[in-house]
């Protein structure tokens, strides 16, 4: 028999609006507050979310590791909140913060840097 679920931690109407996987995650999108440089991508449960919005340090849920992990405790590299949101369908946060140090694991500043695809790129003006 599975264990009964755990109430959110999240006021109720936060925690009605989140759409999460299939795993009760729900995908975190952080951006440098002032420049709005995409730093990297992250996943949260209920915890993590109120964990975040909560402590002004950024709380997330390894999926490899399954546990919480506070970005900064091991390698200094801490995220700041300055902001949360929730998009229009409730399925991604936008978290934005002052990041201190590299934010990604490899050293980066942003976990998308040096990583450009070859892509068509659109002769549109807008």
Known sequence: MP???TPSPLPSD?????????DGLVCAVVQQHDTGQVLMVGWMDDEAVHRTM??????F???SRQEYWRKGDTSGN????KGLALDCDGDALLVRVVQV????HTGTHSCFDG?????????AGR
């Not at 909560?54 to 709380?59: A, H, I, K, L, Q």
């Not at 801490?78 to 909140?81: A, F, G, M, R």
């Not at 990583?115 to 002769?123: H, T």
């Open 14 to 22: 936060l925690a009605a609006r989140l759409k999460r996987d299939g």
């Open 78 to 81: 801490v995220q700041l909140v």
């Open 101 to 104: 140090g590299a934010a990604c």
């Open 3 to 5: 264990a009964p679920e």
């Open 115 to 123: 990583r450009e695809l070859d892509a068509v790129v659109s002769g």
């Open 61 to 63: 849920w390894s999926r």
């Open 54 to 59: 909560t402590t002004g340090r950024v709380t």
